[in-house]
């Protein structure tokens, strides 16, 4: 699968908070996507009791949505995978806070890496459990169930796919192929769940 995210700038239009500008460009995003595939729109974007987007109309369309520095990333699949996608600014102090989202083996692994390097990848790791999150939704809503399994990291390519990432629930072992890029001013980070039945 070779599907990447649209990325879109939110614009705020007057009268609009940033959060009804971000709602706005996520529903802009997804009937267009619906309109150059000749599926029905305007479709709403509506959102499960966990808070997870869909569309009511076509359940066959999954999408995943994030937002972070005025920028909005949308992940949509029509081949009945699940979407996860998550976008992170760069310079967020997610340093700070790993103890949530980064085991024990991993803090090893980032060792072998220099200090610039040790803040992108906690970056990476963040936005690659933050989109399995949006697929999976561990009832807990941790992060930490989520580890990385398989990983090589060549910092000194901007992009790549070679991170595996695993969900344990229930006795069952769940895999995710993690795709990642570093751009600028942001790290962007997604994958797809190939099996719906979860």
């Given at each position: 699968m070779n599907h990447e995210p649209m990325l879109l700038p939110i614009v705020t239009l007057a009268a609009e908070s940033p959060r009804e500008s971000e709602r706005r460009t996520a529903q802009e995003a997804v009937n267009d996507f619906l309109r150059r595939r000749g599926m029905p729109f305007p479709q709403l974007i509506e959102h499960t009791s966990t808070g997870k987007p869909f569309l009511g109309q076509t359940p066959n369309i999954h999408i995943?949505?994030?937002?972070?520095?005025?920028?909005?990333?949308?992940?949509?699949?029509?081949?009945?995978?699940?979407?996860?996608?998550?976008?992170?600014?760069?310079?967020?102090?997610?340093?700070?806070?790993?103890?949530?989202?980064?085991?024990?083996?991993?803090?090893?692994?980032?060792?072998?890496?220099?200090?610039?390097?040790?803040?992108?990848?906690?970056?990476?790791?963040?936005?690659?459990?933050?989109?399995?999150?949006?697929?999976?939704?561990?009832?807990?809503?941790?992060?930490?169930h989520f580890t990385l399994a398989e990983w090589q990291a060549d910092m000194d390519t901007q992009s790549g796919s070679d991170w595996l990432l695993e969900y344990e629930w229930q006795s069952r072992v769940y895999t995710l192929r993690m795709h990642w890029q570093i751009e600028p001013a942001y790290y962007l980070v997604w994958a797809f769940y190939e099996n719906t039945i979860v």
């Open positions: 995943s949505i994030s937002h972070s520095n005025r920028i909005l990333a949308l992940l949509c699949t029509m081949d009945g995978s699940l979407p996860g996608v998550d976008i992170e600014r760069k310079g967020r102090a997610v340093h700070k806070i790993k103890h949530k989202y980064v085991n024990e083996a991993e803090l090893r692994w980032l060792h072998n890496y220099s200090e610039q390097k040790q803040e992108d990848l906690l970056h990476l790791i963040w936005c690659a459990k933050e989109a399995a999150f949006k697929i999976f939704s561990p009832p807990d809503a941790s992060l930490l």
